[in-house]
């Protein structure tokens, strides 16, 4: 699943340690355990390391399938700047992209709480409120 690291089929993680993430191991013979998630040109599975026991989740993007004119990989690169742009305690973590020929794979921190959509859901029917700062911040 995860291609090998070559200096030109992968982006550098952010250079500074964050003090919120625990730094992921390379998952170069991760299990899938299941798909998340699927679109037109991707999906998105749950992987796990067999070693470390580390979850995390690889958005694998079908390279082939993408405009000719170069706009939908210019927003995949978007996506993976402003990926490893971020570092909140409470937003997803990047941990690498890697691509060999048409697949590109972007690693990231899994989850295990649900989607944003599943908590917010949930949250307004157990408590109409609004969410305490803490949990938002």
Not at 13 to 18: D, E, I, K, N, R
Not at 24 to 33: E, R
Not at 98 to 112: G, S, V
Request: hydrophobic fraction near 40%; charge should be positive; charged fraction near 20%.
């Amino acid at each position: 699943l995860k291609p090998p690291q070559t200096a030109s089929n992968r982006l550098k993680p952010p250079q500074t340690a964050s003090p919120h993430r625990t730094p992921l191991a390379t998952l170069p013979s991760a299990t899938v355990i299941r798909e998340l998630g699927r679109g037109t040109y991707s999906r998105a599975l749950l992987l796990r390391s067999p070693t470390t026991g580390v979850s995390a989740v690889g958005k694998q993007i079908w390279l082939g399938g993408l405009s000719a004119d170069g706009v939908d990989f210019a927003r995949i690169q978007k996506e993976v700047r402003i990926l490893a742009s971020l570092d909140h305690p409470h937003i997803i973590g990047y941990r690498g992209v890697q691509r060999q020929q048409e697949l590109l794979c972007i690693m990231m921190e899994f989850a295990a709480g649900g989607t944003l959509r599943e908590v917010i859901s949930l949250r307004s029917v157990a408590s109409p409120s609004e969410f305490p700062t803490d949990l938002v911040l």
